[in-house]
């Protein structure tokens, strides 16, 4: 079974997750049948080894991480791998994939466009 693990830095202002908890709740509403879940890099819960231990319980098989930040720096190509690494080590049954960055999807990047142009004329 499939699983998805929707990965963001995180904040220390809880109401900072609020649109990826949506993104999430979107996601689960689309596809009921695959579970998905948020982990944090760092401030909130779940992390990325909780989240995946929680998916593995469930019965996936195959998980995919999918990193919620715009571009790929050093967190997505540095920590990020690193951590999966532990975690194919500690899970050597389950399959892993990391994905591209969600800011490199040109839906992604056409919906940000769409709402830079829809943004209101400046105040005079």
């Not at 999430?24 to 944090?40: H, W």
């Not at 050093?74 to 791998?81: A, E, M, Q």
Request: aromatic share 6%; proline share 11%.
């Amino acid at each position: 079974m499939r699983g998805l693990i929707l990965f963001a830095h995180g904040a220390r202002d809880p109401g900072w997750a609020a649109p990826l908890q949506a993104t999430v709740a979107r996601v689960q509403a689309l596809q009921p049948d695959v579970p998905a879940t948020l982990a944090f890099l760092e401030f909130l819960a779940p992390t990325l080894e909780a989240a995946a231990a929680q998916l593995a319980e469930r019965g996936c098989t195959h998980i995919e991480v999918l990193p919620l930040f715009l571009g790929a720096g050093g967190h997505v190509r540095k920590d990020l791998p690193e951590r999966l690494n532990a975690l194919k080590s500690q899970y050597p049954a389950l399959h892993w994939q990391l994905r591209p960055a969600v800011g490199e999807s040109p839906r992604l990047i056409e919906a940000m466009a769409l709402a830079a142009l829809d943004a209101p004329p400046p105040q005079p």
